[in-house]
């Protein structure tokens, strides 16, 4: 990325959103600055949301109240809305009248938009306040009129986009354009070199930062009923902002295997490349786990993960739970299912060969291939 460059986020956390996006913009951002650039966040102050960290991160933050009172009173357009257009608390159009005034002054070279809520709309609104316009999407559900288009995901590919994006959108489509921090590509020959003798020593249980579902107290209780080692030990990884993590570190207390809880890791690719099996959450962090290949059981937790999570479950990378509710029924025949050394080592090759960790300079490649 050449120096000097501005780049603005418009991203979202909340109990609803997840953390997930913010996550993997912050990796960009990261990545970003490391050339040089100025990275700004506009973000909306949900319950749930993720400002605090994206502070301590020295980034700059533009925070949108709850109720816009620039555009309150407005009537908003009939127009058919993106299906998680409830995730952004107000109507496109409100949000981009605050976004502008904040983008006419940070005046950034490029905006990264990863929201579900928007699409065109929203874009054509601002698109004269920025040079280059990147979309992160997981859906293909929605127009864009962006330059670059970003979807990480195994299952689609460039064709789900043909009628979404303009003819001269570059698009960058699957895992190999995953966005993870650096420390998985440092830590994949390690992980993978300590998979030669699989065992199942070590569980990393890890829904995502708010898992307002409770899937990780369902996947506590359940493994009370599987055969483990007796020499085994649980990992529980959560956010600060989980709704149940006191419920979950009560539980924990009472299992029959040594089980800590962690709050907000810094390290969480050491604590998956020490794991023998990850039982987790469907999403950005799949592709963290294949590039370590670690052998997992996924549990679907929303509805716009399905496609993904089929994807790896035909690419003979996980074990999957489709519903939440179905983890005391499903967990136990699955754990059971990777107490095989063949499956372990199965599950690990077939994870590794979908991403290697190097999505993000991909990404930057891209990037700097489209500025001036």
């Keep these: 990325m050449v120096n000097k460059t501005t780049v ?44 605090d960290l994206i502070c301590s991160k020295g980034f700059n933050i533009h925070r949108l109240s709850m109720v816009d009172s620039a555009s309150s009173g407005r009537p908003a357009l009939q127009r058919v809305e993106p299906a998680h257009a409830h995730w952004l608390g107000v109507a496109q159009s409100q949000d981009a009248e605050v976004c502008r005034k904040i983008l006419e002054d940070v005046k950034p070279d490029w ?54 994006v303009p003819s001269g959108c570059r698009l960058m489509v699957g895992p190999q354009y995953a966005l993870l921090r650096p420390e998985f590509a440092r830590l994949r020959k390690q992980s993978l070199e300590r998979r030669a003798a699989p065992s ?74 020490s794991a023998d099996i990850v039982i987790g959450a469907a999403g950005s962090t799949s592709w963290e786990r294949c590039c370590l290949g670690v052998p997992t059981i996924m549990v679907v937790l929303a509805d716009n993960q399905k496609s993904g999570a089929k994807a790896l479950l035909s690419s003979g990378c996980v074990e999957l739970i489709e519903q939440v509710r179905d983890i005391p029924v499903q967990l136990p025949a699955a754990v059971r299912t990777l107490a095989s050394e063949s499956t372990l080592s199965a599950l690990s090759e077939n994870a590794r060969r979908i991403c290697d960790g190097l999505g993000v300079q991909q990404v930057l490649k891209q990037m700097s291939g489209m500025n001036g």
């Design 8 to 51: 603005a986020f418009r991203v979202d956390a909340s109990l609803q959103i997840g953390s997930g996006h913010v996550m993997r913009c912050l990796t960009l951002a990261e990545a970003l600055r490391d050339g040089g650039a100025k990275c700004h966040f506009i973000c909306r102050e949900h319950p749930g949301h993720l400002l």
């Design 111 to 164: 905006l990264v938009v990863d929201h579900y809520a928007l699409d065109t709309q929203w874009e054509t609104a601002l698109q004269a306040f920025a040079l280059r316009l990147l979309v992160i999407d997981d859906l293909a559900d929605r127009k864009h009129i962006c330059d670059l288009l970003l979807d990480q995901n195994l299952g689609h590919t460039e064709l789900d986009y043909a009628a979404l």
């Design 200 to 273: 199942l020593q070590h569980i990393l249980v890890t829904m995502g930062g708010i898992d307002q579902a409770n899937a990780t107290g369902l996947t506590l209780q359940a493994l009370k009923t599987c055969p483990l080692p007796v020499s085994c030990r649980i990992s529980v990884v959560m956010g600060l902002n989980a709704p149940n993590l006191a419920e979950v570190a009560d539980a924990a207390t009472n299992m029959p295997w040594p089980t800590e809880v962690l709050v907000n890791v810094t390290d969480m690719g050491e604590r998956m490349a």
